[in-house]
């Protein structure tokens, strides 16, 4: 039998895309092997009172992911489809468009420990395997317990291990509007776009 196609799908509101969204992609590509990788930045990012940036910077700045794999498709699905983008959404029409592919759902640790707050994360669980990357050792514990707990739920998920850096969008916003150096905390493209668009600025 042929082996099942092996995609990830890596979505966020990518405003902007930093180098903790590196890290996170590259553990689960190295630990996936994919056929393919899918980035989908979000229709409408929740935090519009910092006058969000235009879909198409987004865009833009997500090239940054590029360099980290040769079969990469930046997607603009939830941005034409526009409104709140749900995961379990987006994983119903991939489901549709690849119908035997395995899909594979990068997940920080941090974000991990709330996913059972997210819209239909039991029908999440039966669409996707999660890929978790864990943030520091020492918080593997609850980690462990909540996979454990998913796993009872019927929930595929595997650890991908990587190099981990720990950034806010929301510090680098804070960090661009105030002029200070960001490119400790994004890929070098991702700066250019942000200083040349002035982006973050009041």
């Known amino acids: 039998s042929q082996m099942r196609q092996k995609i990830i799908l890596f979505g966020g509101t990518f405003d902007p895309p930093h180098n903790g969204h ?29 006058g969000h940036t235009s879909a ?15 079969n990469i498709i930046i997607s603009n699905d939830e941005i034409e489809r526009g409104g709140k983008s749900y995961t379990v959404d987006t994983l119903k029409r ?18 991990l420990l709330s996913f059972t707050t997210w819209r239909s994360w039991q029908e999440i669980l039966k669409l996707a395997t999660l890929v978790v990357h864990c943030r520091q050792k020492e918080d593997m514990q609850p980690v462990r317990e909540y996979v454990k707990m998913l796993e009872n739920e019927g929930g595929d998920i595997v650890f991908a291990n990587g190099e981990i850096e720990v950034v806010s969008s929301t510090e680098i916003r804070e960090k661009a509007a105030a002029g200070e150096d960001i490119s400790a905390l ?17």
């Open 186 to 202: 994004v890929p070098p493209c991702t700066e250019k776009i942000i200083i040349k668009n002035n982006l973050y600025k009041a």
């Open 56 to 70: 198409a910077l987004r865009i833009s700045m997500c090239k940054c992911f590029l360099q980290l794999f040769h």
């Open 22 to 50: 590196m890290c996170l992609l590259k553990a689960a590509i190295d630990e996936v092997q994919p056929q393919l990788v899918i980035v989908m930045p979000t229709g409408t990012p929740p935090h519009k009172e910092a």
């Open 94 to 111: 991939l489901r549709e468009k690849y119908a035997d592919a395995q899909i594979f759902l990068p997940i920080g640790s941090d974000m």
